[in-house]
């Protein structure tokens, strides 16, 4: 319901001609089980246009355990990164400017479903104490609208706390609750400014 209604929102106001994009990760109850968010907002507003849930194999010191406990696990962001430029492109200028951070995985799916926009990639920095880490500690983020968006999702929605009692423990789940406050964060952004 709140998603369909982000989307018609989203339909209703003028093409973007600046997006951010980037992955936002949590976890399934436990840090063993890691799920990805690919968050696409336009740039200066912070409106969100869109986002997908998705799967993710664990990294770093946690992957071996992660298999252990819980067998291999499905990756499956390039899918949703997909799933999500096919739901939004309609939101874009074909000539919009997409920005990103430098994950080599990008630059394809942007050139797919986005052949005539001009992609840019910045480079990331260290996340800083204030923001859940997703805000960066450099004098200049080239996507802070991305970044101050995540920061905020974490900052209200409990079970992204990077610190938290309150977990995920359906997928889809989380994804319901992303969509009620990516609608009223919308809502806020619009009244802010004047809209409707």
């Not at 990760?25 to 840090?31: G, I």
């Not at 204030?130 to 450099?138: A, C, D, N, V």
């Amino acid at each position: 319901m709140a998603l369909d209604k982000l989307k018609e929102w989203n339909r209703k106001l003028p093409k973007c001609q600046e997006v951010e994009f980037d992955d936002l990760e949590t976890f399934e109850h436990t840090k063993l089980k890691p799920l990805s968010v690919t968050l696409m907002v336009e740039f200066k507003s912070r409106r969100i246009l869109g986002f997908r849930v998705a799967s993710m194999p664990a990294k770093g010191l946690l992957a071996a355990s992660s298999r252990k406990k819980y067998g291999y696990r499905v990756d499956d962001r390039a899918k949703a990164r997909r799933d999500l430029f096919n739901e939004v492109k309609g939101l874009i200028s074909s000539t919009a400017v997409i920005r990103s951070d430098s994950n080599p995985h990008y630059r394809s799916d942007v050139k797919r479903y986005f052949p005539k926009a001009r992609y840019e990639v910045v480079l990331g920095g260290r996340g800083a104490i204030t923001g859940q880490g997703e805000l960066k500690k450099q004098v200049w983020d080239p996507i802070f609208s991305l970044n101050h968006t995540c920061a905020m999702l974490r900052a209200h929605i409990n079970r992204l706390f990077r610190k938290t009692w309150c977990t995920t423990k359906k997928p889809d789940q989380l994804e319901k609750h992303i969509a009620l406050y990516a609608l009223e964060h919308n809502r806020r952004l619009a009244t802010a400014r004047g809209g409707s």
